[in-house]
């Protein structure tokens, strides 16, 4: 009956440190400034993750940024069918109302950002419980990189090199979320 009894508690203990949702570390401060354009969204040169079948799948990120410091970072994968990469992230994603609304109501690819020229930063719950933070430079108000992203639980660190692109777009999704403050 002991047994038994610490068993569930174990169990109960487990499952309700599995589920936790984790905080971002970097406020929320609105953005004023001119350093970005911010009428739109930008998107990622492609790149492509080892896959076992050999058929590695080609992704671009797209992110929007928001004047209350909030942002949505997410990855498109791109098919060799899609024609039109560009119009696919707008009808297909940014338009998506079921997309958007699991982004904001799960939190799914979103969160804060922050500028102190030239430097760009991004804190992003790429997972319900796995945030990573993008570090990067601006080049000019519509291109900026990407060159570093780090795991906030592992402190793992990855180099990239992702040029961002502007493009002028709207009206985008609404920013209200429950989860960036």
């Keep these: ?20 949702l984790r905080h971002l570390t970097m406020p929320k401060t609105s953005y004023w400034g001119d350093e970005l354009r911010i009428d739109g969204y930008y998107y990622s040169n492609s790149y492509s993750y080892f896959s076992l079948d050999g058929n590695d799948p080609v992704y671009k990120d797209v992110a929007l940024l928001y004047r209350d410091g909030f942002c949505i970072h997410t990855l498109v994968k791109v098919s060799q069918a899609t024609q039109d990469t560009l119009n696919y992230i707008e009808n297909e994603v940014l338009l998506n109302d079921i997309l958007t609304t699991k982004m904001k109501n799960e939190p799914y690819h979103i969160g804060a950002f922050r500028i102190i020229y030239p430097d760009i930063t991004m804190e992003i719950w790429e997972l319900r419980d796995a945030i990573f933070t993008h570090h990067g430079k601006i080049l000019n108000d519509t291109t900026f990189i990407i060159n570093k992203r780090r795991s906030n639980r592992t402190g793992k660190i990855i180099q990239e090199n992702l040029i961002y692109r502007f493009v002028q777009f709207g009206p985008k999704p609404d920013s209200t979320n429950n989860f960036v403050k």
């Design 1 to 20: 009956m002991v047994k038994r009894t610490y068993l569930l508690v174990g169990i109960i203990l487990l499952t309700s440190c599995m589920g936790k």
